[in-house]
């Protein structure tokens, strides 16, 4: 099976930066998403690397290292309605997706 | 309104009863799936179909099957459901299998 870790929660303060990790292992690799799920809602897509580097959009950006097996998610300027779950995601070498357990970040004022 | 729609939103369900959960999109996306989501375990594969016609097992297939009969639909049916199926169903879609996923709405499902 695939494995992949990322922090169950983190706690932030509005205005503040926050960096969410994520290291996994699968078979093979074709591509990994980052997911922001708000409680009760379905996740819905913020960002996708598949080469090494850094893709920035907005208050929001994504690193890739494919070999180190890793993964951060960057919010900046951190608003409350930023409070969700943030889910790694990995294709792997079917192209299907393999999610991480999520994180939960809080922003408080 | 493009988008997924899936239903129903909540259901309660006897353990033993075969129920059969609805998703339909309407972007003529060729890729589905179904997902379960349980507490620290995250999202789970259970089925999969890459195109009208074809489907394929996830991670999590026991005791589930699905259908692909045309584009837009994509059922998924459990046979004899068990509590261990209680969870959250969410149904994705995507133009291709490289692509980013949309999901839909998810479904709460609670089996007794």
């Known amino acids: 099976g695939q494995n992949i870790d990322q922090p169950t929660e983190m706690t932030a303060t509005e205005g503040a930066i926050v960096q969410i990790n994520c290291t996994y292992q699968?078979?093979?690799?074709?591509?990994l998403f980052w997911y922001q799920q708000h409680a009760g809602e379905a996740p819905t897509f913020l960002s996708y690397n598949v080469l090494d580097g850094l893709e920035e959009k907005g208050r929001f950006s994504s690193f890739l290292s494919r070999s180190k097996g890793y993964s951060y998610l960057l919010l900046k300027e951190l608003q409350m309605k930023d409070s969700a779950s943030y889910l790694c995601?990995?294709?792997?070498?079917?192209?299907?997706?393999?999610f991480g357990a999520g994180t939960t970040v809080t922003v408080r004022a | 309104i493009a988008g997924i729609t899936q239903a129903p939103t909540s259901q309660i369900l006897a353990a033993g009863r075969r129920m059969t959960l609805r998703c339909t999109q309407d972007?003529?996306?060729?890729?589905m799936y179904w997902y379960r989501q349980d507490l620290g375990l995250g999202l789970r594969l259970i089925h999969y179909?890459?195109?009208?016609?074809?489907?394929g097992k996830g991670e999590v297939p026991d005791g589930y099957s699905v259908s692909r009969a045309n584009t837009d639909d994509f059922p998924l049916t459990l046979a004899s459901a068990v509590p261990s199926q209680t969870s959250v169903y969410f149904c994705?879609?995507?133009?291709?299998?490289?692509?980013?996923?949309?999901f839909g709405p998810g479904t709460r499902l609670t089996v007794l």
């Open positions: 995601a990995v294709r792997d070498g079917d192209y299907k997706l393999s």
């Open positions: 179909s890459n195109t009208a016609g074809t489907t």
């Open positions: 972007m003529r996306h060729n890729a």
């Open positions: 699968t078979s093979g690799f074709n591509g």
């Open positions: 994705a879609s995507s133009d291709s299998n490289t692509d980013e996923q949309f």
